[in-house]
């Protein structure tokens, strides 16, 4: 995935072409941003939440800080969109097929193989240890509306050093209760196997500020070669934000 951004930002360098992202912030009702996410943390459990990637691809991971064992139940915990929940886990199961086959004299031999897997609905966490789920996309298709009017600023554009002209920026702000862009994220959890002391944790997330800029802009600052010319390296290394491509101009 990263060499493909790579030769996006690449081909976008070369060509010139005024193509513009949505750097979207987020935030949510019950964690905190730090260097490492959106965090939640109590004595019982640490969730981080990351989504530093194009779309959002929502990364999970539950730690468990109990000295007991700490159970996740993904059948019973959904991304919710709007009213429309998205569930973890179904009760499915994957079959990965492999053929073989060899010829004697005119008749051609064949046989398949194959394994069944299975994803856990439940999962069980030992003390001082962690799961990981990512499985998600925040905004798998289209871009946002954005309602308003943006505060602008500038920055100097990081593909070009030797650009003495300034890029605009336009940022716009919202609240949880006017953002282009809301979902929850609803766990089940317990501290026994059989759920019997099982509690809930429903987070609140919402699009704080989008940011609207030239594409471009996502690279990290040039590094100047041997020979006098710029290298350049895709990232995005916002852990609770994502962005969207626009159609280019």
Not at 212 to 222: A, D, F, K, R
């Amino acid at each position: 995935m990263k060499t493909i951004h790579y030769l996006a930002l690449l081909a976008l360098l070369l060509t010139g072409c005024s193509r513009n992202v949505q750097v979207v912030t987020l935030r949510g009702n019950n964690v905190k941003p730090t260097s490492e996410g959106l965090v939640l943390d109590n004595d019982t459990l640490t969730l981080r939440y990351k989504f530093a990637s194009e779309r959002g691809k929502m990364q999970l991971i539950v730690i468990n800080k109990l000295n007991q064992p700490l159970y996740v139940d993904w059948k019973r915990s959904s991304l919710i969109v709007g009213e429309e929940k998205i569930d973890y886990w179904y009760d499915v199961s994957t079959v990965q097929l492999t053929t073989s086959d060899y010829q004697f004299r005119r008749y051609a031999i064949g046989s398949v193989a194959g394994t069944i897997s299975k994803e856990d609905q439940i999962s069980f966490i030992p003390p001082q240890t962690k799961v990981e789920k990512q499985q998600f996309l925040v905004l798998p298709s289209g871009s946002l509306r954005l309602p308003g009017t943006p505060d602008v600023t500038q920055e100097k554009p990081k593909w070009n050093p030797e650009r003495k002209k300034p890029i605009d920026i336009n940022t716009f702000t919202y609240g949880d209760e006017k953002s282009p862009l809301t979902f929850r994220n609803y766990l089940t959890l317990s501290t026994d196997k059989d759920f019997k002391n099982e509690f809930h944790i429903d987070t609140k997330f919402w699009a704080s500020d989008v940011k609207v800029m030239p594409y471009n802009q996502l690279i990290s600052g040039p590094v100047r070669q041997y020979d006098g010319s710029y290298s350049y390296a895709p990232i995005f290394d916002k852990p609770d934000a994502f962005f969207v491509p626009l159609p280019v101009q």
